[in-house]
């Protein structure tokens, strides 16, 4: 069974192969934001923020509850399950 670090391993090396880009990911702890996205990125000047779910997983509550004020503030904004889920996105928003 696929684990969530390693999905979100290939995400973070897909998005770092990329120009114009850096990803982070976010951990939680006393020094983070309960709730906020898995990977925090940047890609040509645009803030994008993944929460990153297993296949047929949801986020919770307060997940959502983030990824709504990370919208609202501008970012692009997805829950995601794979690399293909990030590439799908990406040229979507035109990125």
Avoid: F, H
């Amino acid at each position: 069974m696929t684990t969530e670090r390693s999905i979100v391993k290939a995400i973070l090396t897909y998005l770092n192969s990329l120009p114009c880009c850096l990803a982070r990911k976010r951990w939680g702890g006393g020094m983070g934001v309960a709730g906020d996205p898995d990977i925090d990125a940047c890609i040509r000047g645009r803030s994008v923020q993944l929460e990153v779910k297993r296949p047929g997983e949801r986020p919770t509550p307060l997940q959502l509850k983030r990824i709504e004020e990370w919208r609202r503030a501008g970012a692009v904004v997805a829950v995601v399950s794979s690399v293909a889920d990030v590439k799908s996105l990406l040229t979507e928003v035109d990125l």
